[in-house]
Antibody
Framework: QVQLQESGPGLVKPSGTLSLTCAVSGGSISNSNWWPWVRQPPGKGLEWIGEIYHDGRTNYNPSLKSRVTISVDKSKNQFSLKLNSVTAADTAIYYC????????WGQGTLVTVSS | QAVVTQEPSLTVSPGGTVTLTCGSSTGAVTSGHYPYWFQQKPGQAPRTLIYDTNNKHSWTPARFSGSLLGGKAALTLSGAQPDDEAEYYCLLSYSGPGVFGGGTRLTVL
């Protein structure tokens, strides 16, 4: 069974860059799935951030596109999220996932934007 | 960016049937939006129940089913159990970018 694990700093300063990595185990990131990032501000709903295919193709949320970069490292079987110019509004639990016929979610990691 | 709408809250009696819907501000929801349905319980990550309109995963209870209904995506729960009390989110794809609905809080009471 595929497992996903998010990792990265839990605290980021305002105007800084949020960087997270999702390690994939139990399966290859080079399968036919897309690999999205999703976030959830405390007490609120889910927000789709963007996704990447193993060949590097990406789709981004238009409202975040200017600040987001998602990349893949097939050699490490992982994909990453970078969100720059962060503010308190970016404080959220960040999830990585894969959707489709094989659909799995990471446990999520809380990232707080604060000085 | 499209807006995806869900009922904010619904209540179903144990053993009862309820249908949650997922609409799009751009018009009718079709199979081309590849509708997904997720269940999330407090303090837990979401869990995918339905993908591509009506496909279930091995862990999806048989009492859940997905469909297109009246221009919307729909999740029907037949024979509700107390364990089904949760937040339910739909996700629609718009030729690449996805958009989540605001979620439906389902109470089994």
């Amino acid at each position: 069974q595929v497992q996903l694990q998010e990792s990265g700093p839990g605290l980021v300063k305002p105007s800084g860059t949020l960087s997270l990595t999702c390690a994939v185990s139990g399966g290859s990131i080079s399968n036919s799935n897309w690999w999205p990032w999703v976030r959830q501000p405390p007490g609120k709903g889910l927000e789709w951030i963007g996704e990447i295919y193993h060949d590097g193709r990406t789709n981004y949320n238009p409202s975040l596109k200017s600040r987001v970069t998602i990349s893949v490292d097939k050699s490490k079987n992982q994909f990453s999220l970078k969100l720059n110019s962060v503010t308190a509004a970016d404080t959220a639990i960040y999830y990585c996932a894969t959707l489709g016929a094989a659909s799995y979610w990471g446990q999520g990691t809380l990232v707080t934007v604060s000085s | 960016q499209a807006v995806v709408t869900q009922e904010p809250s619904l209540t179903v009696s144990p053993g009862g049937t309820v249908t949650l819907t997922c609409g799009s501000s751009t018009g009718a929801v079709t199979s081309g939006h590849y509708p997904y349905w997720f269940q999330q319980k407090p303090g837990q990550a979401p869990r995918t129940l339905i993908y591509d309109t009506n496909n279930k995963h091995s862990w999806t209870p048989a009492r859940f089913s997905g469909s297109l209904l009246g221009g919307k995506a729909a999740l029907t729960l037949s024979g509700a159990q107390p364990d089904d009390e949760a937040e339910y989110y739909c996700l629609l794809s718009y030729s690449g970018p996805g958009v989540f609905g605001g979620g439906t809080r389902l109470t089994v009471l």
